[in-house]
């Protein structure tokens, strides 16, 4: 609408969505579904707010925080806090939409919702992270609440930020409640929440592999961009399965291996450590098995792959890097970052499935593919409500039972909706887009949020 402003991240978002939806029958088969999807891209309620704190040297700082709470339809709006500098209400719109979808997919009580500041943790001592995060949720307790709105983190939140946000709400609440998730395991956390993102993101990636008669991960080169706790543990858990590791990367630029044996766990090691000291990767000391290469995205530079999971930000496979994925022989690209992929690149491996048929490139959205971390939190919300601490094994299992779920249920419902010719991989966007839109439809209108004319 003209007298909205431009939200492009927001507008790139819902455009995806609507496109799969178009162009499946499912509005030939339930026109009153646009309806829903009128009402559904608009935010139940969005809250900004300033946050005042004061800096080591005495100064007082100002930023803006945001809480977009999007859909309560499934459950407790859910869905992290990203703390930087680009942060808007047209990212923060952007990320609590998809997480509507997401979260539907899991299977688990969980609607969607989003927030953050434009406060840039990067230079930060402690004590200005702790003063600015009391700050933060001197406002945000408001808002939240176990049973009303349970945030997590994203960028720039990690366990200490979640630390001081939880300790912040307790003594503004006077309440111990599982108000937030990844909290730390001695006061509520869960076992394999720091994991569950990237382990998630690889078994979704296996149920891929195994259907479209690719095998297992035995012996495949993947690419992987980022270097946070997705693209970590990502990482760890392929070598673990017999992958090959070919890079990593952060904002400065990309780690490319450079040998047949790609980069190692002892490295991956060394590069957790470097981003718990908030270091970029250029402090990574190695032996000339990788090199660093400035300022460039790895797509391009990694050689022969099988696999691209873009694990970092946004819009970070372009269509000219996805055509040269392709001219790599990547067979499977999947999202461990949320809209990883520009509209366009989505469209170039679209149309390779299309074209190729079972020799195409697979694609996999973001909302399905990394939906195990918000699983993970959804299982630490289960355990808090319980005051029970389920072993390591207990919530890997469910994890990947959730993963297979939201594959499968992806994969079934593009037969369902989406005209493929034989021999045609189904489409896992459109698919996934489908099954969790009619959820969070149905439940819209079951509870009265919108209704179709007599």
Known sequence: MSNLPSEPEFEQAYKELAYTLENSSLFQKHPEYRIALNVASVPERVIQFRVVWEDDAGNLQVNRGYRVQFNSALGPYKGGLRLHPSVNLSILKFLGF???????????????????????????????????????????????????????????????????????????????????????????GSLIRPEATGYGLVYYVGHMLEYSGAGTYAGKRVALSGSGNVAQYAALKLIELGATVVSLSDSKGSLVATGENGITVEDIQAIMAIKEARQPLTTFQH???????????????????????PCA??????????????????????????????????????????????????????????????AVSGLEMAQNSQRLNWTQSEVDEKLKDIMKNAFFNGLNTAKAYVEASEGELPSLVAGSNIAGFVKVAQAMHDQGDWWAKN
């Open 98 to 188: 998809e997480q509507i979808f997401k979260n539907a997919l899991t299977g688990l009580s969980m609607g969607g919702g989003k927030g953050g500041a434009d406060f840039d943790p990067k230079g930060k001592s402690d004590s200005e992270i702790r003063r600015f995060c009391c700050a933060f949720m001197a406002e945000l307790s408001k808002h939240i609440g176990a049973d009303t709105d349970v945030p997590a983190g994203d960028i720039g939140v990690g366990g200490r930020e979640i630390g001081y946000m939880f300790g912040a709400y307790r003594k503004a609440k006077d309440r111990f409640e599982g108000v937030l998730t990844g909290k730390g395991l001695s006061w509520g």
């Open 287 to 309: 032996d000339g098995h990788v090199k660093w290469i400035e300022g460039a995205r790895p797509w391009l530079h990694v050689g022969k792959v099988d696999i691209a999971l």
């Open 313 to 374: 930000t946004q819009n970070e496979v372009s269509k000219e890097e996805a055509e040269g994925l392709l001219a790599a022989g990547c067979k499977f690209v999947a999202e461990g970052s949320n809209m990883g992929c520009t509209l366009e690149a989505i469209e170039v491996f679209e149309n390779n499935r299309k074209e190729k048929k079972g020799e195409a490139v697979w694609y996999a959205p973001g909302k399905a593919a990394n939906c195990g971390g918000v």
